[in-house]
């Protein structure tokens, strides 16, 4: 190629690059002019009425309050909804990511009562910030303290994680099911089958078992969470309705019961624990006082399932070398009892 055409070739390209850039530059706003707006300018907290995130969680307003769809309609926590629509409201750009993808994509719709959208967002990957001073000499990790979100057709970072919009459920309720103090609990009782095994407090707040045979006794060291199973209970997810009795086990499940002190009465809670969900280890869980039923860790179910065999062991029998100090212990009592009782000399002379 000649040298003529080679520089020829080398002008076009620049003249073409310039074009682009100009154009590109033309069409896109500045970082400059982007940081500090206002990602969602206009939204009204008051008028939304129903939030889709991600495809598979959904909240939705009705005449009795918020409710989860997503959970079968259990109900919201009013306060941590309004308190995330507002984070989203008052969200702004901290700076433009000029060049990065979103990464992991979550999307946020949010409608008013007729079905209208508001407004919608594209979250992506949190934003690690990196460890410093001690925590990063010692290889600690980072933690987030941002997100990124697609804005005006740029990735841009905010400054709020924005947990809430992961797509947890349990983020967006209570998911407190039972939280009865342990210091209340006089009783408790166990039911798995015909098996009944039944516990009260005695002095000092210890634990008695009823009907101990003369070579059993109450393991201690398996005593710790007998009044403790409904303290702080919290669910992993609501059950569907549409469950029958047998998928659910509560036929044949264990019952869990709990007697409380209320002023000068006592109060009994049943609770029954069923199957394993299918695929999972985790169980099927109810309360007689309640229209849900839950899904609960196997963690949590197995304080529940205790029978006799977990709670009774062999009485343990004096060791050979104890009892024979126990013996001479007892000789040397009765020596010293009988020496106290024998008549002095001068007394037996008198």
Request: glycine content about 10%; some cysteine; overall charge positive.
């Amino acid at each position: 190629m000649k040298t003529k055409n080679l520089i020829v070739l080398v002008v076009v390209a620049v003249v073409l690059g310039c074009a682009a850039y100009f154009l590109n530059s033309g069409s896109r706003p500045s970082a400059a002019k982007l940081n500090g707006k206002v990602v969602l300018p206009g939204l009204s907290v008051a008028d939304v009425a129903r939030v889709e995130i991600g495809g598979k969680l959904t909240l939705a307003a009705a005449a009795d309050g918020w409710k989860v769809e997503s959970l079968y309609g259990y109900p919201a926590d009013r306060e941590k909804i309004v308190e995330n629509l507002m984070k989203l409201a008052e969200l702004k750009v901290g700076q433009v990511a000029r060049g990065r993808k979103l990464g992991a994509e979550t999307s946020v719709v949010l409608k008013d009562s007729a079905g209208k959208e508001l407004a919608a967002l594209k979250l992506g990957d949190k934003h690690m910030k990196k460890p410093s001073g001690q925590a990063a000499a010692y290889g600690g990790g980072g933690y987030p303290d941002g997100r990124y979100a697609a804005f005006e057709g740029e990735t841009v970072l905010v400054k709020d994680e924005l947990d809430a919009f992961d797509g947890d459920a349990k983020k967006w309720c209570n998911p407190r099911i039972a939280s009865i103090p342990s210091s209340d609990v006089t009783a408790v009782s166990y039911r798995q089958g015909k098996e009944l095994v039944e516990l009260e407090k005695g002095t000092n707040s210890t634990w008695v078992l009823k009907g101990l045979g003369p070579k059993e006794e109450l393991d201690t060291s398996k005593t710790y969470s007998l009044d403790s199973a409904l303290s702080y209970l919290d669910f992993n997810s609501v059950a569907d309705p549409k469950l029958t009795e047998a998928e659910l086990g509560f036929a044949t499940g264990a019952v869990y019961t709990v007697t409380v002190k209320e002023g000068s009465n006592t109060v009994s809670h049943v609770a029954t624990v069923g199957n394993k969900v299918k695929g999972g280890s985790d169980r099927y869980f109810k309360l007689d006082d309640g229209k849900w039923v839950f899904v609960i860790s196997s963690y949590s179910a197995e304080s529940m399932m205790k029978t006799r065999k977990d709670l009774v062991k062999v009485k343990e029998e004096p060791k050979k070398d104890e009892a024979k100090k126990d013996d001479s212990k007892k000789e040397e009592s009765k020596k010293a009892e009988t020496k106290k009782d024998a008549p002095k000399k001068d007394d037996a002379k008198k």
